[in-house]
Every structure is written in structure tokens, then in C-alpha cells.
């Protein structure tokens, strides 16, 4: 599930250096722009961390980006991310976005009356509107979405609730094997709590079923208390979680 949400949201370009997969995306998201160290062998000495740690904040530098990592509370990095967490805390990078990957089991689901799929140019500008993006940085905003969209190879399901002119929620859907993927799902300020936010996640889970998928996840900031609610009444679990160290 972790590699499948790496691929759900690819970088512009991408390399392995020692098992750190390092992600550039000219600064659109922490997620597209930063460290992951997915395959780091338990057991390398500080020296050894804060090289590597180094040459990553070099090429970040070149790019003229801030050096983040982004760690996660599972797998078989766990001990090498607690040594690394500990030394980059150290060396004053800051915790931020304490995020949970959420799962469920897909069942059939009728699919949610007022649901539309749209393409990818039609899609941006609805969520460009719904997210309050400031006009001015709208066009480079919109490109750089773009660009990591269209870099997806898996089938997506570009959904919005509502007249595009006039959209009311809108997010996305990215299918991998057997997992569905919920990104960018947001509600138009003024239409919230009004079942919306839920008649579009239901109504991709219900595309997601229909493609074959058996198990849906989607990532939140932990103190998304309204989003968990839904989540929660939707059969979503906690499976693990996720935070990033932005270097000074």
C-alpha cells in the first residue's frame, strides 16, 4: 500500500540512493518533494546517516527546495526510521503533517446520484476553485498538478459532485491492481456538512468496485476530526501513519 501511494502521486523525476528514494517535483507537495526511505538497512552509524543526509540536502539545494523527509511508523525500516528521526530532530528539522493512512474493504455500492467524471482539464479547474487557491497562483499551480497527474499510468476516476460551473465537492480516484486510491477530496466551503464530501467518496469507492478493487485507502492529516468522522462511518481503519522533517 505504501509503494501503491508513491505511485498514485509520482514525482517528476526520481532516484534511489542507497535505498532513500529521493522525489522532485519542482515543490508541488511535501509528498512529490522529499525523502523516503523505503529500503535504509537497520544498523548504519551516524556517520554514515549524516552523510547521506547531507547529499540529500545538497541536491535539494540545487532545486531550491527545502530538504524533507517524510517517515513512516511501519515496516522494516522502522528501527533506521526512529535513528533518523532522532538525528534529523537533532539538527533542527522540524515534525510537521502528522498524517494516518486509512483503509477499508470495498462491498457494491449503488453509485452516488449527482456524481460526474470529468476529464483531467475539466478536473483541475474544479479543484482549483474549491480549493481557494489564490487566482494569481493558480496557473503555476494548475501546471504543476497537471504534470504529476499526468505522469499516473494507473486508471483514474476524476470525480466532482455538482455542475462543474458550480461544483460542490470534488476529488480523485487512483486504481492499482486490487486498491483504490482517494486523493484531493475537498467540499466547497459553503456547501459543507450537507453529505456532499460523503456522496463523492462513496461514489468513488463505488467506481472503485466496480473496476475490481477490493480495498481502498486514502492518507489525512491526523487532526482532520471532521474527515475521520466520515472516514470512520464509511468503515475506514487506522492502519498506520506518516510525518515529515522540513529542514530549517
Not at 532513500?20 to 551516524?46: E, H, M
Not at 497562483?137 to 497537471?146: D, Q, S, V
Not at 476530526?225 to 462511518?233: F, Q, T
Request: proline share 5%; net charge positive.
Amino acid at each position: 500500500m505504501e509503494e501503491a501511494s508513491l505511485n498514485a502521486w509520482p514525482a517528476m523525476y526520481q532516484m534511489l540512493v542507497d535505498g532513500w528514494l529521493l522525489r522532485f517535483a519542482k515543490g508541488f507537495t511535501k509528498r512529490a518533494n522529499s525523502v523516503v526511505p523505503l529500503y535504509a538497512p537497520d544498523g548504519s552509524s551516524i556517520s554514515e546517516v549524516a552523510a547521506k543526509v547531507k547529499f540529500c540536502e545538497n541536491l535539494y539545494a540545487r532545486e531550491r527546495l527545502q530538504t524533507i523527509f517524510r517517515l513512516t511508523s511501519i515496516g522494516t525500516t522502522q528501527r533506521s526510521h526512529q535513528s533518523l528521526d532522532e538525528y534529523l530532530s537533532a539538527r533542527g528539522y522540524r515534525h510537521r503533517d502528522p498524517t494516518l493512512v486509512m483503509t477499508a474493504p470495498l462491498i457494491e455500492r449503488a453509485a452516488s446520484i449527482g456524481m460526474r467524471l470529468l476529464s483531467l482539464g475539466e478536473w483541475l479547474d474544479v479543484y482549483g476553485r474549491l480549493s481557494g487557491l489564490p487566482e494569481k497562483n493558480r496557473t503555476k499551480t494548475r501546471a504543476l498538478h497537471g504534470a504529476i497527474l499526468r505522469g499516473m499510468p494507473q486508471p483514474c476516476a476524476y470525480a466532482v459532485i455538482g455542475d462543474p460551473a458550480r461544483p460542490l465537492a470534488c476529488g480523485l480516484g487512483v486504481l492499482e491492481q486490487e486498491l483504490l486510491g482517494l486523493f484531493d477530496v475537498v467540499t466547497s466551503e459553503a456547501a459543507r456538512r450537507q453529505g456532499h464530501g460523503r456522496a463523492l467518496v462513496t461514489g468513488l469507492l463505488a467506481w472503485g468496485w466496480q473496476q475490481g478493487a477490493s480495498q481502498a485507502y486514502l492518507q489525512m492529516t491526523k487532526d482532520n476530526h471532521p474527515a475521520r468522522a466520515l472516514y470512520d462511518s464509511l468503515g475506514f481503519d487506522e492502519l498506520y501513519g506518516y510525518w515529515y522533517r522540513v529542514s530549517p
